[in-house]
């Protein structure tokens, strides 16, 4: 079952990234809209986490630069989310391949 918010922690644990990067991509995307309660603890929707993956897709696979990614963003979000979905399902279908190849040397 997927939650409805996650904590900053857990974010960064899910991607593998420091809590300071989430923290400066807020600033830089404005796309990015962590929840926040009344002590200014950040709550990150299933939509935030989509938006991030998109980052690390487009600064991680496509290598482009924060101020490339925010203009990509801004944009093509639909394009960018196919693109980084497609991207997803062929590295789980290499991994898999790969597994059958190991399984049947």
């Not at 409805?4 to 830089?28: G, H, P, T």
């Not at 990509?72 to 062929?90: F, G, I, M, T, Y």
């Amino acid at each position: 079952m997927e939650k409805l918010f996650y904590s900053i922690s857990e974010v960064a644990d899910m991607f593998d990234v420091n809590q300071s990067n989430l923290r400066f991509w807020e600033k830089e995307f404005k796309q990015l809209t962590p929840k926040r309660n009344a002590k200014g603890t950040r709550f990150y929707s299933p939509e935030d986490i989509q938006i991030i993956k998109q980052i690390i897709y487009l600064v991680n696979e496509q290598k482009l630069t924060l101020d490339g990614a925010r203009r990509k963003l801004s944009q093509k979000k639909d394009a960018v989310a196919k693109q980084q979905e497609v991207v997803e399902r062929l590295k789980k279908i290499r991994t898999e391949l790969l597994g059958i190849s190991n399984a049947l040397s």
